[in-house]
């Protein structure tokens, strides 16, 4: 019990500090309000008698627990910004006990997943932010592994390698990572969600920035002349096949997303993201964009279409398979913990598949968290517990 009120009163502490990264802003860390959650965290790990080292410059957190028992090393990764997509600022955490389906926020009608929460309690806001769930439930629960460490000094465990990282909602989360600051050869990224699964598989990732230079002249006298490129925009979206998007696919099937739109009938500017787990068809993807692009310069017989396309990250998949023993050391400890292991492929990206590719292995592990860079985001605290569990039970050598 006394574990469990730890447990929430951290994240609480947490989700209340706004960490919003800035996929705008060109600046690393992209915003000085992640600085604040990290400095708190240092000030906590230290408290913790861990060896800490802030690299304040880029708002990359390191700390290293000495190993007892052991002769190995095993590390950690959370990070610590939140979404663009949905507000950070002034999150108003609320637990609701023994869940009976009945809430104004969570309804079972929109999330059905919300049947399978029944008698949980469960955290959410007050439906006007996001929680922050992603990733401040993985930050809890490794310090919250950590401070079990500290409160039992007899229990022998690996060398502990701690890292929290900015930006990886935008994309930036390993781009200053200094792998010689972290002191494990293997790690894990703590930022799932349903307990008991573990991810080791990921899109590869691109994103596509199409920008229209259209022509714009006064609507009475525009016959023949005017190229409106909001116009040419829907023309260009048009090209996606429909059955290819986020809402119409899932498992591994790849998808284009229309992320952002800006656009006059002078100028139009869209950003998508292109996602497929197969690296075959992620090349076709990108080459069906240029296509795409290239038929709009035919169609209006001017380079009025641009398209530049950059990779953001791969599937970790192909950096893991020589490295399945960290994936069955976590099945042993979610049985543990009480949970059925199981593995799904990421539909989406973690700082490990960067660090992967970059020679550290490190799959993903679950935090209880749902409903991620939404207003209906919520945690399991009876999940959460359980992920603590099996972070804990990771961290000694005989499991």
């Known amino acids: 019990m006394e574990q469990t009120k730890s447990l929430i009163e951290r994240f609480f ?51 290293y627990l000495p190993p007892k028992g052991s002769s190995s090393d095993l590390g950690f990764i959370a990070h610590m910004d939140t979404s663009p997509a949905v507000s950070g600022k002034n ?11 009945h809430d104004e926020v969570l309804d079972p009608a929109d999330f059905p997943e919300l049947n399978e929460h029944l008698g949980e309690d469960l955290i959410r806001t007050d439906g006007t932010t996001l929680l922050g769930a992603d990733d401040k439930a993985g930050i809890t629960e490794i310090m919250e ?12 465990h690996h060398g502990i390698a701690i890292a929290f990282t900015p930006d990886e909602e935008i994309g930036e989360g390993t781009l200053n990572f200094d792998l010689s600051r972290f002191h494990a050869k293997q790690a894990y990224t703590v930022d799932g969600g ?11 990732a691109a994103m596509a920035t199409v920008e229209i230079r259209g022509r714009c002249v006064h609507t009475g006298s525009a016959k ?35 992320d952002s739109i800006r656009s006059d009938c002078e100028h139009a500017k869209m950003q998508f993201l292109i996602r497929d787990h197969d690296l075959e068809k992620f090349e076709a993807r990108k080459e069906f964009m240029k296509d795409a692009a290239f038929t709009i310069n035919e169609r209006y017989k001017s380079e009025i279409c641009e398209i530049t396309i950059e990779d ?9 398979k020589d490295h399945m023993d960290l994936v069955e050391r976590v099945q042993e400890a979610v049985r543990l913990a009480g949970g059925i292991p199981s593995s799904e492929p990421v539909r989406g990206g973690t700082d490990g598949a960067l660090l992967s590719s970059r020679g550290l292995p490190c799959p993903n592990l679950s935090t209880g968290g749902y409903n991620y860079h939404s207003r209906y985001e919520f945690a399991s605290v009876p999940e959460m517990e359980r992920s603590l569990m099996t972070l804990i039970c990771l961290a000694q050598p005989d499991n």
């Open 13 to 63: 502490r947490y989700v209340k500090i706004d960490t919003q990264s800035d996929e705008e802003s060109g600046r690393h860390p992209s915003t000085d309000k992640q600085r604040d959650l990290a400095g708190l965290l240092v000030t906590e790990l230290k408290g913790l008698g861990l060896d800490v080292d802030y690299d304040e410059e880029h708002c990359y957190v390191y700390a």
């Open 91 to 101: 999150v108003k955490p609320y637990i609701i006990h023994s869940y009976d389906g």
């Open 145 to 156: 592994m950590l401070e079990y460490f500290k409160a039992n000094p007899d229990v022998k």
């Open 194 to 204: 349903k307990f008991g699964i573990l991810e080791y598989e990921c899109f590869n």
């Open 224 to 258: 023949g002349l005017m190229i409106n490129a909001s116009i040419v925009a829907a023309e260009f979206i048009g090209f996606l096949p429909e059955d290819e998007r986020p809402e119409t696919t899932e498992g591994y099937e790849g998808f284009y997303y229309l």
């Open 312 to 320: 953001q990250y791969p599937n970790m998949a192909m950096f893991l």
